[in-house]
């Protein structure tokens, strides 16, 4: 059946709640639909959540039908992020500078468009292993989207610098040269990674090398890292990457990626139903479902 019906029938079977989903190609794996309908349960909000497989050559038909079935919010996972875009009849000034959206807010029948994937990044990390990032040397290594999302949010919490390195320089140094800032905002080689992460205060790992499952890789070595730093990792499976096991052992504050998802979830809540996010049951409901 095609995607648009069952979004349909989808609607119609749940006609009397609030209704939310999360779009992606593939989704089967998506913890979304679980975390938020926990979220919702937690609050006594009477609302669905599903998840749908879209394929890129279906995304305009299903905004559309997303917009006219009244599905009051959307998650926007790969590879619909930047597609999205242009679909949507509002786009967030944060998101719109980043250029992709996770999130999607209908009003009335006009789609709106957030990014919570870097503040959702920031809020876990601040929560969870600095409460302070203003003044802190920042190593980020990679520079795909999920980097991207990260320093321009990163940027707003004026660190004292942020390094950016990839294996593929050219990336880094066009992610690097694309985002304004008044902090210093460089692009570096895979040489001088150890002599960075050696400086650095915290040192994020946004590759996808030491996920399940090849779980006994690592990007950087634990004892490059400077006593009592942060080492943390955008990875949550493993809950802790063998990245953050060795900088843990070199006496560093280890902080995975589990956060970052709970938080990114917990925002898109927020922007859809003005409520507080019940983040340690949505934490509860993944957790349990990754051990
Ligand atoms: P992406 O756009 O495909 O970027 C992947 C990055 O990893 C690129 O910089 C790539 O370098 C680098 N890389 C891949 N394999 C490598 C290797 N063998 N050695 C060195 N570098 C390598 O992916 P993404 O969307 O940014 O996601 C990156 C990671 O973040 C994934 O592990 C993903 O699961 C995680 N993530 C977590 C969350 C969360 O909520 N916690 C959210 C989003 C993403 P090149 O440019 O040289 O190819």
């Known amino acids: 059946m095609d995607v648009v019906q069952q979004l349909l029938q989808w609607q119609q079977a749940h006609s009397s ?4 989903c999360v779009i992606g190609d593939p989704i089967k794996q998506s913890k979304s639909p679980l975390m ?3 979220a919702f349960e937690e609050c006594s909000i009477d609302a669905t959540y599903g998840a749908f497989q879209v394929a890129p ?9 997303v917009r006219e079935l009244g599905i009051l919010g959307m998650n926007v996972t790969i590879p619909h992020k930047l597609h999205v875009m242009e679909l949507i009849d509002e786009i967030d ?10 999130t999607v807010v209908n009003r009335n029948g006009r789609l709106i468009g957030y990014n919570t994937d870097g503040i959702g990044y920031v809020r876990s990390l601040k929560e969870e292993a ?3 990032i203003t003044n802190k040397k920042i190593v980020v290594v990679g520079a795909g989207g999920a980097a991207r999302g990260i320093i321009y949010a990163l940027l707003q919490e004026n660190p004292s610098s942020i390094y950016v390195i990839n294996r593929t320089v050219a990336k880094a140094k066009e992610l690097v040269a694309s985002l304004q800032s008044n902090v ?3 692009a570096a080689g895979q040489a001088e990674l150890e002599q960075l992460c050696n400086d650095a205060d915290i040192v994020i790992n946004t590759t996808s090398v030491g996920m399940y499952p090849h779980p006994d890789e690592t990007p950087i070595a634990g004892h490059w890292m400077k006593f009592g730093a942060v080492a943390s990792d955008l990875i949550y499976n493993p809950l802790k990457t063998q990245f953050l096991l060795e900088a843990e052992q070199h006496g560093c504050i280890a902080h995975g990626g589990l956060g970052m998802f709970i938080y990114q979830g917990a925002f898109a809540f927020e922007y859809w139903t003005g409520q507080t996010a019940p983040v340690e049951a949505m934490r509860e409901t993944v957790l349990a479902v990754l051990q």
């Open 57 to 65: 050559d279906q995304l305009p038909q299903f905004v559309q039908a």
């Open 93 to 102: 000034a944060d998101a719109l500078n980043l250029g992709a959206v996770n």
């Open 36 to 38: 938020l309908n926990r």
């Open 130 to 132: 600095v409460a302070n």
């Open 17 to 20: 709640k609030a209704l939310y």
């Open 184 to 186: 210093p905002l460089l």
